[in-house]
Every structure is written in structure tokens, then in C-alpha cells.
């Protein structure tokens, strides 16, 4: 005998597994749209990198080797850049070298003549009356040079005037 609350029960119970199972039906309906999402981003990254191994991969590479290309240039456009500063720089520094030491010597030499402007009078007479005691002593100087030079040559013609009286002596002794 099956009662009213038996068939309620049986009724409930099927109702429930009925509503765990559309429960159940509707959980799985959710991820399969969850997955069949997943799998349309993985299928278009799919799709983008087929794409970019067949044709961005290529295209990638040509750039590539274009950059290194236009590295290379730089560097090398680099390389002769830094080697024509470097020579303008020494070019410039010898340059610069020449001025200095002809400056150095022009203020040199102008150095006595502007300390003699700023000195007194008798400091200056003193200065000229050494100098001219300079050319004198040159002039002197060359002349003793010259007196010893024509005494040598008397020394040497006496010796041979002294050697020929000598031989000449002999002679007449031995006649």
C-alpha cells in the first residue's frame, strides 16, 4: 500500500533530484560557455601566433636586421666621428702649444725692455752703460781673437824664418 505522504515524498524526492540535476545541468552549461571562452582566446592566440610564425616572424626579422644594420652604421659613423675630434683636438692643442710658447717668448723678450720703462733714470743709464760695455767687450773680444790669430801666424812664420837661418848656418858651417 503506498499512502499519500509516500508518494509526496517519492514526488519531493524526484522533484529535487529533478531541480539538483537542472541545478547540475545549468552548472555545467556554464563552464562549457567558461571553457568554450577559454578556448576561443586560446584559439585566436593560437591564430596570432601561427600568424606571427608565418608572417610577423619574417617581418620581425627584417626589421631586426635592419636595426642591426642601422646600428652598425651608427656605431661606425660614431667611430670615425670620434676619431676626427680626436685629431681636431690635437690638431687644435698643438696649435694652441705654438701660440703659447710664441706668446711666452714674445712676453720674453719684452719682459727687460717693459722693467727697464719702470725704472729710474740712472737704473736705465746703468742698463745702456752695461750694454754698451757688452758690445765693447765683443768688439774687444773680437779683436784679441784676431790679434792672437795673426801672432800664431807671426809665431809660424818666425819658426820657418828661424828654421831657414838655422839650415842656412849649417850650410855655411859645412862650406
Known sequence: IVTRDDVE???KATWQYVKDKEQLLRDLRSQIEETDQRLSVKQSERDYWLEYKNVGSKIQ???IMNLEKDIKQV???LHR???YYRNALKAVKEEN???VERHMKFCKE???ENAVR?????SRREIEENEWLKEEVKVYQKEVSDLKASIQLLEEENISLVTKLIDSRLQNLRV
Open 9 to 11: 515524498e517519492l514526488l
Open 61 to 63: 626579422a627584417n626589421k
Open 75 to 77: 656605431k661606425d659613423d
Open 81 to 83: 666621428a670620434t676619431e
Open 97 to 99: 702649444d705654438r701660440l
Open 110 to 112: 719684452q719682459a727687460p
Open 118 to 122: 719702470y725704472l729710474d733714470k740712472n
